[in-house]
């Protein structure tokens, strides 16, 4: 009879923890006796993971953000390498969460922990020089697009390539909606909705939604009564953040908790927080634009190490520029309110738009990633 596994599983962010839990639950249906611990949130603590700390509720963007929380963040980090020295787990699962994870990559390496990394770090992007220490350090990689996959082959890292996890997602959440109206998008029944997706962190909701409402504000002086506005509020971001921003907005705006599929289907447009968001919104098939604005110093870093002319993770799969950008000094409301009258009043390239969507769906594999995940999980432990 196999011996249960004991596991350290990490996941920083929102995201990650919701495909962290996905994955532990798959690993326990074929594995029921593995045990995990390690660092994440609400979802994995839901699937029994034994956690240190609520990491997400930490979750941070850009290097001067990533500075004020530096104490506390080394501070889990040696406690987790106390753990791990205690416990002396099977294996690590690390997702995502670059900045901690492959440093705690290297340290668990050197403690002769094996270590299986899923959702690869953006290494396409920027952090080309990682992949020496992902090749030194990580016995599997577990990648979501066919691009990663063929990367990491070309630099001799195993690894294996099972789909994203989204497409599956948010079929089943679409699949209990009601079959929308044709012509939506077109109709004059009442006023068309365009949906507001201003992140799950909050410098990102500081950052953006200001942004989003002004251009909400500009577009409702244009066209009165032609539009309402409907807010995204995360769960990891207080609900009063919100509240409080959209207090005396200059447009008709509500909020709906979490990412509501019903709402963002229902919608014209999407204005979207650059991240795994945009993915969402694509595979729901509304058209979108993107924005991305961080402090000045990370800007400029950014500017220095990206490696590609996108940075919406939709034109990053197609490989082509398919939705707008607005990052940085162009995410301004009157250049944003600007693109959205013109393609607010374009049937033809709405259309368009959900044509180039429907193509990233095709790249992004089948349905079934997260069992693909934990069959690949598992035979690497098997393997060790």
């Not at 993770?313 to 013109?342: H, M, T, W």
């Not at 374009?346 to 079934?368: I, N």
Request: positive net charge; glycine residues 6%; hydrophobic residues 50%.
């Amino acid at each position: 009879m196999e011996k249960p596994k004991n596991i350290l599983i990490v996941a920083g962010e929102a995201s990650g923890d919701q495909h962290a839990a996905m994955l532990v639950r798959e690993i326990r249906a074929r594995m029921p006796e593995t045990r995990f611990f390690g660092l994440g949130g609400e979802q994995m603590q839901r699937e029994g993971v034994l956690l240190r700390a609520d990491i997400v509720k930490l979750a941070v963007i850009g290097f001067l953000e990533v500075l004020k929380h530096i104490k506390q963040l080394r501070a889990l980090f040696h406690a987790l390498l106390e753990d791990a020295d205690r416990s002396k787990p099977d294996a690590a699962i690390l997702v995502d969460y670059p900045g901690f994870n492959l440093r705690l990559a290297k340290e668990l390496h050197r403690r002769g922990i094996p270590v299986i990394y899923y959702i690869s770090p953006q290494i396409w992007a920027w952090g080309a020089g990682r992949i020496d220490l992902i090749k030194r350090t990580i016995k599997l990689m577990i990648v979501f697009f066919p691009f990663e996959e063929t990367l990491y082959e070309r630099h001799g890292v195993r690894v294996a390539f099972v789909g994203h996890p989204l497409l599956e997602q948010v079929d089943s959440r679409l699949s209990s909606l009601p079959i929308p109206s044709t012509g939506s998008i077109t109709s004059e029944t009442g006023p068309q909705t365009i949906a507001l997706l201003p992140g799950s962190r909050l410098k990102e909701v500081k950052a953006l939604l200001p942004v989003m409402l002004e251009s909400a504000a500009l577009l409702n002086k244009r066209y009165p009564g032609r539009f309402r506005f409907r807010v995204m509020a995360a769960a990891t971001v207080p609900r009063r953040l919100f509240e409080e921003q959209i207090n005396g907005a200059a447009a008709p705006v509500d909020i709906v908790d979490g990412m509501d599929c019903a709402a963002i289907r229902a919608s014209a447009f999407a204005l979207v927080c650059s991240g795994t968001a945009t993915l969402e919104t694509a595979l729901i098939g509304t058209p979108l634009a993107v924005l991305y604005k961080v402090n000045l110093l990370t800007w400029f870093f950014v500017r220095l190490m990206i490696r590609i002319p996108y940075i919406a993770l939709v034109n990053v799969v197609r490989g082509e520029k398919i939705v707008e950008e607005f990052v940085q000094f162009s995410a301004r409301a009157p250049l944003i309110a600007d693109y959205l009258s013109r393609v607010l009043n374009d049937p033809a390239e709405l259309r368009r738009c959900k044509l180039e969507l429907e193509t990233v769906r095709k790249l992004l594999g089948a349905h079934g990633a997260s069992q693909r995940a934990a069959e690949a999980v598992i035979a690497c432990l098997r393997s060790l």
